[in-house]
């Protein structure tokens, strides 16, 4: 994710601006030649050619032709983050702010198609797979300082981590959910589907404890600092 220096305010530089717009237009000309004639059959040529850039400039970029798609899914964070601090700062709630997403001039500055033709390509391709998982890899440590910043605790925290583990799978299945199914299928739009997984996660934590039954557990853990029996 694309992040400005600590300490600077307002919009970024317009040299900035125009880095990261370019860096866009690449990742949606890679997805869109990637959809067209697959990953195997692109070359970093094509996807600059398209771009209107040369070639040595897309390396400047990118390491590779799958990471040109990278800024697809930081500017998803990006925007998750920003709306996670506003939640925090209490401007509005949780739901709000994720469900917020799907707001008109969210989705109009966003290039939500190419994001859902992006996913559906990574269930085939393993480099953009590869992709794909470490950017929700590299957006947990974000998550958790997010989480510490707003409820004042130490992102090293193990509660934090687990949080912010928590909530970056269920964004991420819930992308993967909103992406892969059938273009004529009912379902909720993609700011509506990360609330209600995030609303499902919540509540398996403040669930009740089952009733007592003979049946073991899935997961058996002994309680913090006891030692398993056996």
Same mark, same amino acid.
């Given at each position: 994710?694309?992040?400005?220096?600590?300490?600077?305010?307002?919009?970024?530089p317009l040299t900035e601006r125009?880095?990261?717009?370019?860096?866009?237009?690449?990742?949606? !000309?890679?997805?869109?030649?990637?959809?067209?004639?697959? /990953?195997?059959? =692109?070359?970093? !040529?094509?996807? +600059?050619? +398209?771009?209107?850039?040369?070639?040595?400039?897309?390396?400047?970029?990118?390491?590779?032709?799958?990471?040109? /798609?990278? *800024?697809?899914? @930081?500017?998803?964070?990006?925007?998750? =983050?920003?709306?996670?601090?506003?939640h925090w700062r209490g401007e =509005?709630?949780?739901?709000?702010?994720?469900?917020?997403?799907?707001?008109?001039?969210?989705?109009?500055?966003?290039?939500?198609?190419?994001?859902?033709?992006?996913?559906?390509?990574?269930?085939?391709?393993?480099? &953009?797979?590869?992709?794909?998982?470490?950017?929700?890899?590299?957006?947990?440590?974000?998550?958790?300082?997010?989480?510490?910043?707003?409820?004042?605790?130490?992102?090293?925290?193990?509660?934090?981590? /687990? !949080?912010?583990?928590?909530?970056?799978? +269920?964004?991420? /299945?819930?992308?993967?959910?909103? +992406?892969?199914? *059938?273009?004529?299928?009912?379902? &909720? *739009?993609?700011?509506?589907?990360?609330?209600? @997984?995030?609303?499902?996660?919540?509540?398996?934590?403040?669930?009740?404890?089952?009733?007592?039954?003979?049946?073991?557990?899935?997961?058996?853990?002994?309680?913090?600092?006891?030692?398993?029996?056996?």
């Amino acid at each position: 994710m694309t992040g400005r220096p600590e300490g600077r305010a307002g919009r970024p530089p317009l040299t900035e601006r125009r880095r990261d717009a370019t860096r866009m237009e690449i990742a949606e !000309e890679a997805v869109r030649l990637f959809g067209a004639q697959g /990953v195997a059959a =692109t070359t970093a !040529e094509d996807i +600059a050619a +398209a771009a209107g850039i040369s070639t040595r400039t897309l390396w400047r970029y990118f390491r590779s032709k799958e990471e040109c /798609v990278r *800024p697809l899914l @930081a500017a998803g964070i990006g925007i998750i =983050t920003e709306r996670l601090r506003a939640h925090w700062r209490g401007e =509005t709630s949780l739901a709000q702010a994720i469900s917020g997403i799907d707001d008109p001039g969210v989705v109009a500055a966003q290039p939500i198609g190419a994001l859902r033709d992006l996913v559906r390509l990574s269930r085939d391709e393993p480099g &953009l797979r590869a992709v794909w998982l470490e950017t929700h890899f590299d957006a947990e440590a974000v998550f958790a300082t997010v989480i510490a910043e707003g409820t004042g605790r130490s992102e090293c925290d193990l509660a934090v981590r /687990v !949080e912010a583990g928590m909530l970056n799978a +269920a964004l991420r /299945v819930a992308v993967e959910n909103w +992406a892969l199914r *059938p273009e004529r299928a009912a379902g &909720l *739009p993609l700011g509506e589907t990360l609330a209600a @997984a995030l609303y499902l996660v919540a509540r398996r934590l403040e669930a009740e404890p089952p009733p007592h039954t003979d049946e073991k557990p899935v997961l058996d853990l002994p309680a913090p600092g006891r030692r398993a029996e056996g």
